[in-house]
């Protein structure tokens, strides 16, 4: 039982509004649940003979914490608390969005609630919108502040009033907490470059090359080709300053107590902003050691662990997401292990499955997919995933070598072809992407492009090719279809919606040039949502299908993350076959073709799963039933089936 559980168990009914005592009442029982774990984590990391005082503040930034907390949000907190893990359930549909590209600001952000209503989406990821350098900023991930919204995007009021209408209309909101490093004009940056000793002691600063070479030994690189290595001199400090992503973002140093203090500080103050989900950017990151990667190391873990428990005594209603692109079974691990079992993050990025799927696409084969996910440790019960077909990062190629090499694939060969495949060197791919952050010695790379791009439908257009135009519509809808069937949160990145392509104006701004993931992250296209019902087009057939799989998907109670996944294995590799709650009577299974051709599965196999009577199917998309007199069933390209159970 996880910490969650048994606040849960503490907090018994509480009633529809109780009272501030009450409230005040259950925020002790939490404090108290929690105070051993968050103690033995604390001292863990900041040794008791030294840090007594240090766990004091920390004792107090949480009863700070908690007086600060809007009393409509200590109600939504126990309602939550109430409604089990509310994030688990099947309704929830996402988009991810930067609000400048979206909309331009949160005023007008608000102004568009009704077009996620239409489409269904009720959980927004915004990507930053707090205060950054105006120079390169890596899209607001080198933070200024933690909670100052910036001027661009509207005031704090804005935001504030922006939380309130989403509470209203039940959509529930994910800010990032840039929780690894600031930029560096964050006020500590400056103190520290001004000569402070004590803000110098926030991030890891060295007087001459000695510590970095010996960190270097072992640490990877994130942004080779623009930002190699991992520390920066800084003229005005005289030392050298970790900055394992860009030059400007500088790694916090969470050795020094008062860095965790003060960001949990700030974390606090962002979640009674009104936020529901936290996003912990980087948080494999977290702790670094000579002589290791730096990364997902034990310390890394106890520190998220003792964001998360601090975080629910104050807030129990917020959640946080793990952004981990890490290997799979490293993910996993942020869902907690051992006695922090679900006591880390409550959903956390299935980076396997989004990788998984774009190498289907390329190979047109599902096997590896099958045998990645199946692979994967369980999930904590407690835990959820979010599931996304891309994002505002590039595509990592981040599979187990050893799962390419039992298919009889050379790994570093596989990646190359990938690579080819999605970024124009071959000429044969419908696919238009480019490679992001190539590294020659490792031969390493990774791949950008829009959905629609790398899917085919950007070349097709250019070509005015009606069948590959429809064939990458198909396609799209058949990624998008399969993760709207998946356990977790599907998200969307807005745009994909309409079928948007690559954005190549990002090569004309000079903060932006050196980073292909710009390509990817389109100016939202109002014109084409203006003309969705009156045209009929790539844009409209896209919006109104993935508009139709959503509802579809809320419909289905199998679809929900409580319910299981089986994948089977249908004995052709280009089909992916999985099975959603197979054990009852909501079953659901969900058939994909990866191939060109035409592909089959043997009704023997559908029959004695269930899904098949007398030789008739019922497919949920289309929502008819049809007959199969031989005993194969033939999937077209691209096409997507979702069966129900009979
Ligand atoms: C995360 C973000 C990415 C950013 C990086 C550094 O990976 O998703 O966009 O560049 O963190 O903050």
Excluded at 131 to 140: A, T, V
Excluded at 268 to 290: C, Q
Excluded at 407 to 431: I, N, V
Excluded at 515 to 530: E, G, K, L, Q
Aim: glycine share 8%; proline share 5%.
């Amino acid at each position: 039982m996880n910490q969650a559980a048994i606040h849960k168990i503490l907090a018994g009914k509480p009633g529809s509004k109780p009272t501030p005592r009450k409230l005040t009442q259950l925020f002790e029982k939490r404090r108290g649940a929690n105070f051993t774990l968050i103690q033995d984590l604390f001292f863990s990391l900041y040794p008791e003979t030294r840090h007594t005082a240090s766990f004091k503040s920390l004792q107090k930034l949480l009863a700070d914490g908690f007086k600060n907390r809007p009393a409509e949000l200590k109600h939504q907190d126990l309602q939550r608390q109430g409604d089990g893990n509310w994030y688990q359930s099947g309704a929830w549909v996402g988009m991810q969005l930067y609000v400048d590209r979206f909309c331009g600001d949160l005023k007008k952000l608000a102004e568009r609630i009704p077009y996620f209503e239409a489409l269904g989406i009720n959980f927004l990821h915004l990507m930053p919108i707090t205060k950054r350098p105006s120079g390169p900023n890596d899209g607001g991930y080198a933070v200024n502040s933690y909670t100052e919204i910036d001027p661009r995007y509207g005031t704090d009021q804005d935001f504030i009033s922006l939380t309130a209408a989403f509470r209203e209309k039940g959509i529930c909101l994910m800010l990032d907490f840039v929780v690894n490093h600031t930029s560096d004009e964050f006020p500590w940056a400056l103190e520290a470059k001004a000569g402070n000793l004590k803000y110098q002691e926030y991030y890891y600063t060295f007087p001459d090359r000695n510590m970095p070479d010996l960190f270097e030994q072992s640490l990877p690189e994130v942004f080779p080709e623009t930002s190699p290595g991992n520390f920066t001199y800084c003229p005005q400090m005289e030392r050298w300053v970790m900055t394992v992503f860009n030059s400007y973002q500088w790694d916090l140093n969470y050795t020094n107590p008062a860095v965790f203090l003060s960001m949990l500080e700030n974390l606090l103050e962002l979640s009674n902003k009104g936020v529901d989900v936290i996003r912990f950017d980087a948080l494999a990151f977290l702790w670094k050691k000579i002589g290791t990667s730096s990364q997902n190391l034990p310390e890394a873990h106890r520190l998220v662990a003792l964001f998360r428990l601090c975080l629910q005594v104050v807030a129990p209603g917020v959640i946080i997401l793990a952004e981990a692109i890490v290997a799979p079974e490293e993910i996993v691990a942020y869902f907690g292990k051992g006695i922090l079992e679900g006591n880390e993050c409550e959903i956390a990025y299935n980076a396997t499955f989004m990788a998984c799927l774009w190498n289907s696409v390329a190979t047109k084969k599902t096997r590896l997919l099958r045998q990645s996910l199946g692979n994967l440790p369980p999930k904590p019960d407690p835990s959820t995933w979010i599931n996304y077909v891309r994002c505002h990062d590039d595509i990592g190629l981040g599979f187990d070598d050893s799962h390419i090499s039992a298919l009889g694939w050379d790994p570093q060969t596989h990646r190359r072809f990938l690579l080819d495949y999605f970024c124009q060197r071959l000429e044969w791919s419908p696919a238009k992407g480019a490679v992001f952050m190539y590294n020659p010695f490792t031969g390493d790379g990774r791949i950008t492009g829009s959905t629609a791009s790398l899917l085919g439908l950007e070349r097709a257009l250019e070509e005015e090719d009606a069948l590959k135009i429809s064939s990458a519509e198909a396609k799209i809808l058949m990624l998008y279809g399969i993760i709207l069937a998946a356990p977790g949160i599907p998200l969307i990145y807005a745009g994909d919606e309409i079928g948007m392509l690559n954005d190549y104006s990002y090569m004309e701004e000079a903060d932006k040039m050196m980073d292909s993931r710009w390509i990817n992250r389109p100016i939202h296209d109002w014109d084409t949502v203006s003309g969705l019902s009156s045209e009929k087009n790539h844009a409209s057939r896209i919006y109104f299908g993935l508009q139709h799989l959503i509802a579809l998907r809320k419909q289905q109670p199998g679809l929900a993350d409580v319910c299981s996944i089986h994948y089977h294995d249908s004995g052709n590799n280009h089909l992916l076959v999985f099975e959603r709650d197979g054990e009852t009577d909501n079953g659901i299974l969900i058939l994909a073709n990866f191939d060109e051709s035409p592909q089959v599965v043997r009704t023997a196999l559908l029959g004695a799963l269930g899904y098949m009577r007398e030789g008739q199917f019922h497919n949920l998309i289309d929502g008819k039933t049809k007959k199969v007199r031989s005993g194969l069933l033939e999937l077209p390209p691209a096409e997507l089936l979702w069966l129900r159970k009979y």
